[in-house]
């Protein structure tokens, strides 16, 4: 059971950086091309 638990938040942290690093990407994306 811990090890699913272990793994569940693993994903998340992974998923979470993933949708962080997309929206850096828009955003970054927007900046530049308001510039």
């Known amino acids: 059971m811990k090890q699913i638990l272990t793994n569940l938040l693993c994903l998340f942290i992974y998923s979470s950086s993933i949708l962080l690093g997309a929206?850096?990407?828009?955003?970054?994306e927007v900046f530049t091309q308001s510039w």
Do not use: D, H, I, S
Not at 23 to 28: H, L
């Open 23 to 28: 929206q850096y990407k828009v955003v970054g």
